[in-house]
């Protein structure tokens, strides 16, 4: 797939994989960045639709070995979304865009694909093992599975990133089997160059958990930071992607 042609932004992760010391903002994230992405002019990325086929990239052979499983090859394809700067989800710069598409592999190593525009209106989910906050949201959203209040023909992955070995819950395949995630997930890649979680930083994550909603044309209908109810979480879909 064509790389993803990023602008410069506040790398998600400092070093090699001295890692999830990285975006320490569980549930948000206070900090600024003083390059504006919205400033950088970059040319529209013409995606194929991604195929259902594991990726072509593989992992860096850098990686240490704590954390080998934890982190997963990742193709990308798309424009980056500007970093979330805003609780107000009209006010997003990001909203309207089209959602880059995301090639991965599960914990199992089969492969997983966020493509909206293919396969129809997802909800995408940032978590990390080791923050609170996305401990108690994941109970919330298997709350509105069990009830059956999420929309049937919704598509609803995670992303696991931000793995720390030396964070709580490690490793996090483990720990999503643990939380009863039932859905599809993706284990982020990492540029080591870079400094960066791959989809994460392609997904404009701004703290955790982080959902992005993107309707069936692959464009970016909302994003939020932090935990929500229920109740929120229901009312944004029926809000953004309405039926």
């Given amino acids: 797939m064509n790389p993803l042609d990023r602008p410069v932004r506040r790398p998600l992760l400092a070093g090699a994989l001295a890692a999830a010391l990285l975006l320490t903002a569980c549930g948000g994230d206070d900090s600024s960045d003083s390059s504006d992405a919205s400033d950088v002019t970059v040319p529209a990325v013409e995606c194929p639709p991604a195929p ?5 990239s593989t992992v860096p052979d850098a990686i240490p070995d704590d954390y080998v499983g934890s982190i997963g090859p990742v ?6 979304l500007p970093e979330l700067a805003t609780d107000v989800i009209a ?16 914990f199992a190593g089969d492969p997983v694909r966020i493509d909206p525009a293919q ?38 992955v995670a992303v696991s990133t931000a793995p720390n070995a030396n964070g709580s819950n490690f490793p996090p395949g483990d720990w999503l089997v643990d939380m009863d995630w039932q859905w599809p997930a993706i284990a982020d890649g990492v540029d080591i160059d870079e400094g960066s979680f791959l989809t994460a930083e392609a997904y404009g994550v701004s703290g955790f958990p982080f959902v992005v909603l993107v309707d069936g044309e ?21 809000t953004h992607l309405p039926a």
Wanted: net charge negative.
């Fill in 119 to 156: 396969d129809g209106a997802t909800m995408v989910v940032f978590l990390a093992h080791w923050c609170p906050h996305c401990n108690a949201e994941i109970p919330v959203l298997n709350e509105l599975r069990d009830a059956g209040r999420l929309p049937d023909d919704l598509n609803i």
């Fill in 91 to 106: 006010d997003d710069s990001a909203v309207g865009m089209t959602a880059p598409t995301v090639v991965g592999v599960d």
């Fill in 218 to 238: 692959g464009k970016v209908a909302a994003r939020w930071s932090g935990e929500s109810t229920a109740d929120e979480t229901i009312d944004r879909i029926a």
């Fill in 52 to 56: 259902s086929s594991a990726p072509d």
């Fill in 75 to 80: 193709d990308l394809c798309g424009n980056p």
